[in-house]
Every structure is written in C-alpha cells, then in structure tokens.
C-alpha cells in the first residue's frame, strides 16, 4: 500500500520586513544577509497570530468536508507551543471543525518534530487504511531586538494530509535518523528567547547531514544520482546551499543545484519557520520547478537542534502538479504588507501580558485573517473563527 502526501497547504501572516531595512537600521552591510545568508524578507506575525492560527490557516487552504470527516489524527510539529500542556492540535482541531473521534498531538524535539509526526501518520494509515492524518509544522522563529539571530526570523505553517494512494508523494519507507546529546540551540522555560551557539550549531548541521546521508546512501543502496531533488531544513538558505555542497560527490550535478534554488524561493521570503522549514522547501521546490515529473524521487533532511535528524526519501506520482498552487508567490507573497522597522518592532516584539484575573482583549491590528486570537478569559485562549 502507498502511503504519502495528499495535499500540502501552507500560511504566513500578511506582514513582512524587507531584510535590507534592517541591515541598515542595525548598521550592518546588507550584503551579510542578502549574500551571506540568501535572505530577502522575513515573515511577521502579531500578538493575534500564532502556532495556531497559523496551522489552522496551512491546513484550512487544503482541507475540504470529506476530509474533516475522515481524519482521526492530527499531529502538530513545533517548538513554539502556546501552552505547556495543551496541543495546539486540540484548539486546531475545533477550529476546523474536524469530527470528534480523533486523536490529537503535539510532538517537541526543536526543528524535526514534524518529520516524526510523518513517521506516526504513515504507520497509522499502514494499520487503518481508510484514515487520513493531518500533520502541522507551525512555528515563529524569534530572537530579539539586535540579536545574533534577528535576521533568520520567520513565521508560518505547512499543513499536509497523508492518506494512502496520496495525490502528491509516496513517503518511502527508507529513513536513517541519528541523535546526539549536544547544546547547540535551546530554549529555557524561563526565557523568551533561545540561547544559541551559531558557529557550533552549523557544524552539527552540517555533521549530522553527512554522517547520516552517508549511511542513508550505504543501507539503502543509493547515490545522490538516485534523486532529482534534495531538501533541507533551512534556518537560513545559505545553509542549505552549504549542506548540499556537502554531500555532493559530483559538484556539477545540474538536477540537484537546479531544483535546490527553487526549493528556497519561499524561504528568501518567509525567514525560519523551525519544524515548517523543510516543508516550505518542499513546498516551494514542488510548486516551482519546470523539471519534476512522476516517478521522481526527492530527499529530504531533517534537523532538530540538541540534536536529532533523519533523512527520507518521497517518490512523485501522477499528475502531482494538479494539487499544487503554482501562482502562490503572485497571489500571497506579493500582496502581503510591508512594515517599517519602528512597526517591526512594535508588532514583534509586543508581548501579551494579562491582568490579575489571567485577562486581555487584543486589538487586531485589522487583522483580517480567517483565523485569530481574539482574548484571553481567565487564562483561556478564545480564537475568533470565520469560517464558521
């Protein structure tokens, strides 16, 4: 039985900083972001958007009444949660009113959470065939005002739908993953912000990458010849572009660099989405390449930082170019709004503080989004709904 990807639906916020901006209000040579990293622009979000209205979003684009009525699962990737005991998936799966004999999850580890999510789905469907699971990977990357970080945020979701005989993609059943105990990037509860080690952590990176996609390549029986296409978890696109010059025995290989520019359009433009990051590749590579075809198979990496990564592979079917919004950049990316570095800041960095009774109304920034934070009652998270 094939088991695979659906449908794939992705969601930002409407608001973006140009990254050259902040370059200069930060006094630093645009070039360090625009060449050193290959970024552009970066998502983001207000106080009224979050894990939540975001997935929800990602998944509310792909979704329609027979899928809301078969879906028994629902597996929400992040390490951005809104609570530290609530799924996100819980209060996604009321918002779209999906039926209620369902199992949902939110699974942790950094970046990767949502390829573990993938794994679960794609034995769930093994054991119940006639289920469909969603998978969330929905996350806000933020660092603070003038931190090393700054220039890598991002915010957005990527919602996909793992049915068998999926429309998309096979997901093969070839994973090799590694783990290792090391501190390269966390994030205490106590603090807001995560503590990183930027040099140590692009080693582990780049060292889990090879070490696991040579013994992918040894127990699988493969060469990088295998694929027409390598995705990468990308905290920024630079980085992916050194781990692909990392594996590549053959530095000319035409299909692989070809395919790997188009995988990072939508990340130039949305920033770090953590666990979404690799799927927004994916995503873009499948929406923008002139070269895929069926029978294609794609690898992809997957990195959590502390650290845990894997590598797997997908096949492409028939007439996968059908489910695929090929006028996303036009009709999303280019009608967002742009924000000045003084409401960057602002709309950012607020933070929601509740009076003594666990309140607080949110203004909206006319916020005319399908799905949004409107309150918090004695502690509660009210989300306003219109699709309702």
């Avoid at 060449?35 to 997935?55: C, F, H, N, W, Y």
């Amino acid at each position: 039985m094939n088991i695979g990807i659906d449908k794939i639906g992705f969601s930002m916020p409407k608001y973006y900083l140009d990254i050259k901006d902040l370059a200069n209000k930060r006094g630093i040579d645009p070039d360090k972001f625009t060449k050193g990293l290959l970024q552009i622009e970066m998502s983001i979000a207000p106080r009224t958007q979050d894990i939540v209205t975001l997935g929800a979003a990602a998944a509310h684009e792909i979704l329609d009444d027979d899928d809301k009525k078969n879906i028994d699962m629902i597996i929400v990737g992040t390490e951005t949660g809104i609570d530290q005991s609530k799924a996100a998936s819980v209060f996604i799966h009321g918002l779209l009113g999906i039926q209620p004999f369902a199992r949902s999850i939110e699974i942790k580890e950094a970046c990767y959470g949502a390829t573990a999510g993938l794994e679960i789905a794609r034995n769930h469907i093994a054991n119940k065939p006639n289920s469909k699971v969603l998978v969330i990977a929905s996350d806000i990357a933020k660092y603070g005002i003038g931190a090393g970080g700054e220039s890598t945020q991002g915010a957005g979701a990527v919602a996909m739908l793992i049915t068998k005989d999926p429309k998309i993609a096979i997901i093969n059943n070839d994973n090799i993953y590694q783990t290792r105990d090391l501190m390269d990037f966390w994030r205490p509860n106590y603090t807001p912000y995560p503590c990183v080690d930027g040099k140590f952590s692009t080693e582990l990176y780049l060292d889990c990458l090879t070490t696991t996609w040579n013994e992918y390549l040894k127990q699988n029986n493969k060469t990088e010849n295998d694929f027409k296409a390598v995705c990468f978890h990308l905290p920024f696109p630079k980085l992916g572009l050194k781990g692909l010059s990392a594996i590549l025995e053959n530095k000319e290989n035409k299909d692989l660099t070809e395919n790997f520019n188009k995988s990072i359009l939508y990340s130039q433009r949305v920033g770090n989405i953590y666990t979404g990051s690799l799927f927004l590749g994916l995503l873009s590579l499948l929406e923008n390449s002139t070269t895929l075809k069926a029978n294609d198979n794609i690898a992809l990496y997957s990195y959590g930082s502390g650290a845990v990564c894997e590598i797997f592979s997908l096949t492409l079917v028939e007439n996968f170019e059908q489910q695929l919004n090929k006028n996303r950049i036009k009709e999303q990316f280019d009608t967002r709004i742009k924000l000045s570095i003084d409401e960057y800041e602002e709309i950012f960095f607020k933070q929601i503080e509740v009076d003594i009774n666990g309140n607080i109304k949110l203004e909206h920034y006319n916020d005319n989004s399908l799905f949004y934070l409107e309150k918090i009652e004695e502690h509660k998270r009210i989300y306003a709904n219109k699709i309702k």
